[in-house]
């Protein structure tokens, strides 16, 4: 780190630091498509005043439409029953990639693929992305893939992957992608619940300088799958996987048939038609499958990948997300190609072969836009700034953040260290169901304060309420709602209406309920404090599990953090952290009680841990989120029953953890 101990990082609550907004980048052609505040507030009025007139200009000027709409909106949160762009058609493919064809970026790379190895790169223009979309739409149809039919994707982060969707959404197929790290039994829960017919998957994924079989789990989840009727798998390992005589078929064989009819056209879908499934854990039961539509869906991805991350034709945009989670759908594949834009898909890890391998991509494609998650900051900030510095970040124009509040001392080695204290940091507060950025910074707009997501964007009503529905006062906690239907939102769960009345439109009566908390200061930033299940209440206050987390974290010895609540006989719930400490720290009985004043310092008595366990490592999901259920758990003293494990990254951490428990005395 390179501040001083003065100037170290306060907890979120204390964070008083303000970062102007860089200048604009000369050049007519490079102009942001938000130029300053004043742009900013002017289509923030407009989008208030006139919702229609505003999100109907936008998905106009961003997106092809067969046929016009009759009514931008008919929408009742109430009920709930949302419709956009009523009465028009459009095809998503189409808007991806047809119209590229004659627009001046036919021979533009809209995919860069930078594969696990090092020397596998692939580049894919637009015309060779659309001749593989057109081919693998073919190939599904020949397998009997209709309109409305559903095709299960689990995939490894190739290009094929985006291929699949694209071709889907081409014959006006719903795509449902399960993350590749999911277990078998996962895939196979996901698949029963939207009955696929078909499964596109690989032999193998290349992860960390091993193969790991994919297929086997494929196999291992058909067992009992009555609606799947064929699998097309990519050879992509090498690895001889075996393959079902009638059911299963190579992705290159299919695609090499030449008596395929690959002019393939695009189905004229209604903008309410379904695009997508993907499914999301709730905070209780089974997945729930959330439902994305059309014309919505895909003018709120274009419009976000614009305006967030000022998204030019030339720029090299690379968001490292995996395409099995929401944001690969929205920010690697649909936003940036609805654009025209070029998109980054890498398929391996920030850690292998060394922690600067993303650091190094930057420089090999000269990255311009770059978008990650909180927990790989953190990660790479333990290893040292220095391998940061082996590499030329100099094309770099914006950072992005999302997937949890990105904690200031985060916040600012990233600025630091990636940044050069010079560049914007979007943080972007959205959900699976929201489908796109509800509250984030404008890059050439906004001024940041680290760790808050700042505002909610134009024409999104998003508000902190009390328990009775009415707006929390400035620093008050509250729920995290949306008080007006947006595009992108969701449009079901799938198979259980019910569920998407209950989970989201029946506690706030005409809003959309986030399940998250926040609050919001006195000059209108928003503060997300992470879901409201992860909220402490000690002796009646309540206490964010991310204030805490970020406090801790901005100790030098530590570097990461997670709190859970554990039950307390005075206080009701007290806090229980779980630290893990940077490299070659000691784990000693002083840099406890130090921890714990520390905190004690940063946000006051009340937030002071009442358990500070040292642990090697937190359970953690393939994608980097901490299950704060397995925590809370062995907190409350639980040695077995933590429940679904399957998407632990490495599940012996929990063992580990259940015996470094330390016992309230
Ligand atoms: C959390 C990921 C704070 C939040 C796009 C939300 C965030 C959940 C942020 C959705 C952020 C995401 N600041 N919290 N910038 N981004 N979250 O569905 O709790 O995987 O409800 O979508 O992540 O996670 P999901």
């Known amino acids: 780190m390179s501040q001083n101990k003065s100037d170290k990082i306060e907890s979120m609550m204390d964070e008083k630091r303000l970062f102007a907004p860089p200048a604009a980048p000369s050049g007519d052609r490079r102009r942001p498509h938000v130029n300053g505040m004043d742009e900013y507030l002017a289509h923030r009025d407009r989008a208030d005043k006139d919702p229609e007139g505003f999100w109907g200009d936008r998905a106009r000027q961003l997106l092809d439409w067969f046929t016009p709409w009759d009514k931008v909106m008919d929408a009742d949160m109430n009920e709930p029953r949302i419709e956009w762009f009523k009465g028009a058609t459009l095809n998503v493919a189409y808007n991806c990639l047809d119209r590229h064809l004659t627009n001046g970026r036919r021979n533009k790379a809209a995919i860069i693929w930078q594969g696990e190895p090092e020397d596998d790169v692939r580049v894919l223009t637009y015309q060779m992305l659309y001749d593989e979309v057109c081919r693998f739409a073919s190939v599904l149809q020949g397998l009997g893939v209709q309109k409305g039919d559903r095709v299960a994707l689990y995939m490894p982060m190739i290009p094929e992957l985006a291929v699949a969707m694209l071709a889907c959404a081409r014959i006006g197929a719903v795509h449902s992608i399960v993350f590749a790290g999911f277990s078998a039994v996962s895939l196979q829960n996901r698949i029963q619940d939207c009955e696929a017919k078909v499964v596109v998957t690989a032999d193998a994924v290349l992860r960390a300088g091993r193969s790991i079989p994919l297929k086997v789990n494929v196999d291992e989840a058909l067992k009992d799958c009555p609606s799947v009727e064929r699998v097309v798998v990519v050879d992509r390992a090498h690895s001889n996987c075996a393959m ?3 059911r299963d078929m190579w992705w290159h064989e299919a695609m090499a048939d030449r008596t395929l009819d690959t002019s393939c ?64 759908h929205s920010y690697i594949v649909y936003g940036p190609l609805a654009l025209g834009g070029t998109t980054l898909m890498f398929e391996g890890v920030p850690s292998w072969p060394g922690p600067d391998r993303f650091w190094h991509i930057v420089e090999k494609f000269r990255v311009n836009i770059f978008y990650t998650a909180p927990t790989v900051i953190r990660a790479l900030m333990r290893e040292g700034a220095h391998w940061t510095q082996k590499h030329d970040l100099s094309s770099l124009r914006i950072l992005g953040s999302v997937g949890e509040p990105i904690n200031p001392e985060a916040w600012m080695w990233y600025h ?22 509800m509250i984030s910074a404008l890059p050439y707009a906004t001024t940041l304060k680290p760790g808050s997501a700042t505002m909610p964007l134009p024409g999104i009503d998003a508000a902190v309420v ?28 799938f198979g259980s209406p019910e569920r998407y009345k209950s989970t989201y439109f029946e506690r706030f009566p005409g809003m959309y309920e986030s399940g998250d908390g926040a609050r919001t200061d006195e000059d209108g930033y928003t503060w997300v404090m992470g879901r409201l299940d992860d909220v402490i209440n000690v002796s009646g206050h309540r206490m964010g599990t991310a204030e805490v987390e970020s406090a801790l974290v901005s100790h030098p010895a530590v570097a990461e953090a997670a709190v859970v609540g554990m039950p307390h006989a005075i206080k009701g719930e007290a806090i229980y952290a779980y630290v893990t400490l940077s490299a070659g720290t000691e784990e000693t009985e002083e840099l406890r009680a130090a921890l714990r004043t520390w905190v004690r310092k940063e946000i006051g008595p009340i937030a002071t841990p009442e358990v500070i366990q040292f642990a090697e490592g937190l359970p953690k999901t393939r994608s980097g989120k901490i299950m704060r259920r397995i925590l809370r758990k062995i907190a409350s003293g639980a040695g077995s029953d933590f429940g679904d494990t399957s998407t632990l990254a490495d599940p012996g951490v929990v063992q580990d953890l259940i015996e470094g428990r330390v016992q309230l005395t």
């Open 244 to 246: 079902r005589e009638g």
């Open 265 to 328: 056209p695009c189905a004229k879908m209604d903008s309410e038609d379904m695009l997508f499934i993907l499914y999301t854990s709730g905070s209780t039961g089974k997945p729930k499958g959330v439902v994305h539509t059309t014309g919505g869906y895909l003018a709120y991805a274009a419009h976000t990948t614009q305006w967030v991350f000022d998204l030019h034709d030339d720029d090299v945009y690379w968001c490292t997300a995996d395409i099995g989670w929401i944001t690969g």
């Open 416 to 437: 630091e260290h990636i940044g050069h204290s010079r560049l914007p940091i979007v943080d972007t507060w959205w959900q699976t169901e929201t489908g796109g950025i």
């Open 466 to 493: 009390k328990p009775d529905g009415t707006p929390c006062g400035p620093n008050e906690g509250g729920h995290l709602v949306v008080r007006k239907p947006w595009p992108g939102m969701l449009r079901g769960v």
